[in-house]
């Protein structure tokens, strides 16, 4: 009897042991996970964060930091609520896919079997095409600029519809991307005829209650909402006047109604998380295939794959493949199908852009994960050696991996996030790259060209638009810049 009891607290003690171990592995992961994201706040000056991480079905970690007002210094809490801005169209990518599993809608059909009253250009146009911004619309946002149209946000709407239906198409239906959110108010008005209901109930009815959202909301700046952030950006002009340095201001966002499928919507990391759980687990979408059907690339006439799916952008990889939405340059949220992991990351800062380290997030969970997204890889291996050995370490990376491989979008999306926050140097590094890369894309010379043009060297600027021109010449923005330049 006492041998067997000895035996048995001999095992209690090894499982303690190991109990405890697994607790402190867990721990040392969490502290060295903060550790990355205090530091990601610090270099990109961010005020206050949220993230949640969802593995296998459940929230395993749910953290906020910093300061979500900074005028009365209010931390930020798990109840805070952010902006989520474009965030916004991957919910109306679900809500579509919901009438579509219903027999409402039919993706593939033309708008004008739906909606009255088109343009006979916009007529073809299929559901798809407006979901994966290949429609070729012209952007209404366009018109939203008082000092040019007369018109503002607010402008009535009839009036607004009215006008850009009489703007010429930016492009043929199919040829090319566009951001463009034309497409999501067409689709709200898709929503809010064949639910039955105005579209912003029919979120609330069939997406936030169901995923016990209680704190999301459509709303903007001049809506007054409780636990609500402050959101804010870095300025260099005021006034028409240059600063001697950046200043943190107030940033301000107002999003009439017939926007709000586009970026309406403010959430927390929790409520997101709970959402991503509920999409995966069928309680959204009935089937599978819906949501296989949701996270698959559209395609351009000649049959390439867009970068869009359907309200969500795709990362297609050799592993570890994600689907991911942005919103704001402040707040995203990456789901890895296969990996059954989510990230979700809010800020309170204009430019933050954490989909740049969520991936990085993601390797604290997955190691694998970082290493198989091309600009996550070079992103790490050139914060260690430097942005003047871009080719260089590109080159390492492709002999480690010949499946290396970024694609030129990517490249120029992130180029783009960097010169927006003043990286100068470091986006010229990548956008060069990309010429080196795609030497027959006349869109790489004339992003080259913009970047060295704001880097402050005109006659390589210059170079840049007359190959980017010769490669393409109906590029007429191209065109323009050379013009003004040459003078």
């Keep these: 009897m006492e041998n067997h009891s000895k035996k048995y607290v001999k095992t209690a003690l090894i499982l303690f042991l190991l109990m405890t171990g697994a607790i402190f592995r867990l721990s040392a992961q969490e502290k060295q996970l903060e550790s990355f994201l205090k530091q990601e706040m610090k270099e990109r000056r961010i005020p206050g964060l949220q993230v949640a991480v969802v593995s296998k079905g459940k929230i395993v970690l749910l953290k906020s930091y910093g300061i979500g007002n900074l005028q009365d210094s209010i931390p930020v809490k798990n109840q805070s609520i952010f902006a989520i801005n474009s965030c916004t169209k991957a919910f109306t990518g679900v809500a579509i896919m919901q009438l579509a599993e219903e027999g409402k809608i039919d993706l593939n ?29 012209p952007n209404l946002l366009n018109l939203l600029n008082p000092a040019t149209n007369g018109l503002t946000g607010f402008a009535n709407e009839e009036a607004l519809w009215a006008k850009v239906k009489t703007m010429p198409m930016e492009s043929k ?56 952030t402050q959101t804010y950006k870095y300025v260099s002009f005021i006034d028409g006047q240059r600063l001697k340095e950046d200043k943190l201001i107030n940033n301000y966002a107002e999003f009439p109604l017939f926007r709000r499928t586009a970026s309406g919507l403010n959430s927390t990391a929790e409520d997101l998380a709970n959402w991503i ?16 059907t949701l996270w698959t690339t559209g395609s351009y006439n000649n049959g390439k794959a867009t970068q869009w799916a359907l309200g969500w952008m795709a990362k297609p990889r050799q592993k570890h493949r994600a689907v991911i939405a942005t919103g704001g340059g402040r707040s995203a949220f990456f789901v890895y199908p296969d990996d059954d992991l989510a990230i979700v990351v809010l800020t309170n800062l204009a430019g933050a852009y954490p989909e740049d380290f969520i991936d990085e997030i993601a390797g604290f969970y997955h190691p694998e994960i970082p290493a198989y997204d ?27 991996n010949t499946s290396f491989n970024p694609s030129e979008a990517d490249l120029n999306d992130w180029a783009y996030r960097m010169l927006s926050n003043k990286q100068m140097r470091e986006a010229v590094e990548i956008f060069k790259l990309i010429t ?22 005109k006659q390589e600027a210059i170079q840049m638009y007359r190959k980017s021109v010769e490669l393409n010449p109906n590029n007429n923005g191209g065109k323009k810049v050379l013009e003004r330049l040459l003078k």
Excluded: C
């Excluded at 059909?109 to 429609?135: C, E, F, G, M, R």
């Excluded at 689709?187 to 069939?206: C, N, T």
């Excluded at 759980?277 to 296989?292: E, F, Y």
């Excluded at 890889?377 to 390492?396: C, H, P, S, V, W």
């Design 436 to 457: 080196l890369l795609y030497p027959d894309s006349w869109n790489a010379y004339d992003s080259y060209g913009e970047a060295l043009l704001k880097y402050g060297n």
């Design 173 to 228: 239906t199919g040829e090319q991307f566009s951001y463009n959110q034309t497409n999501y108010a067409l689709l709200g008005k898709l929503i809010d005829k064949f639910s039955g209901q105005p579209f912003d109930a029919f979120f609330r009815e069939r997406q936030f209650n169901v995923a016990k959202m209680k704190r999301t909301v459509f709303a903007d700046s001049r809506d007054v909402i409780p636990h609500m």
């Design 374 to 400: 091309p600009i996550s890889a070079l992103r790490m291996k050139l914060k260690g050696q430097g942005f003047e050995n871009t080719l260089l370490a590109y080159n390492e990376l492709k002999k480690k």
């Design 277 to 292: 759980i509920a999409l995966q687990k069928g309680a959204l979408l009935k089937t599978r295939d819906a949501i296989n």
């Design 109 to 137: 059909a033309p708008i004008s079997h739906y909606l009255d009253s088109l343009p006979v250009n916009w007529q073809p146009i299929k559901i798809k095409q407006l979901l994966t911004h290949v429609s070729g619309l």
